[in-house]
Nanobody, 127 residues
Framework: EVQLVESGGGLVQAGGSLRLSCAASGFTFEDYEIGWFRQAPGKEREGFSWISRTDGSPYYADFVKGRFTVSSDKAKNTVYLQMNSLKPEDTAVYYC????????????????????WGQGTQVTVSS
């Protein structure tokens, strides 16, 4: 059974940092593309980062580039999202997901093609 479990969310002041973890089970990173998404209240879910299953290369949407870093530990089957210089507009529920199709629309990763999702973890950035 494919399962993803996020952790590491919380409350942080603007300019602060958080590191999210996404622990995967039931598959390996070679099987799926791992993406990071977020959804703020009243907004659509938007994807902003993923790791290529082919070569492990990370990709970022412009609005997180330079502030967020994604990495993976294959031995632990875990993907990490280091978030620095957080802004109030980064407040959202953050999800990791596993899929096989990468669809980028207007520079953001589409949820289409992602079959498996974690439960999400809340990130709140205060001003």
């Amino acid at each position: 059974e494919v399962q993803l479990v996020e952790s590491g969310g919380g409350l942080v002041q603007a300019g602060g940092s958080l590191r999210l973890s996404c622990a995967a089970s039931g598959f390996t990173f070679e099987d799926y593309e791992i993406g990071w998404f977020r959804q703020a209240p009243g907004k659509e879910r938007e994807g902003f980062s993923w790791i290529s299953r082919t070569d492990g290369s990370p990709y970022y949407a412009d609005f997180v580039k330079g502030r967020f870093t994604v990495s993976s530990d294959k031995a632990k089957n875990t993907v990490y999202l280091q978030m620095n210089s957080l802004k109030p507009e980064d407040t959202a529920v953050y999800y990791c997901a596993a899929g096989t199709v990468i669809v980028v629309v207007n520079g953001t990763l589409s949820p289409v093609g992602y079959n498996y999702w974690g439960q999400g973890t809340q990130v709140t950035v205060s001003s």
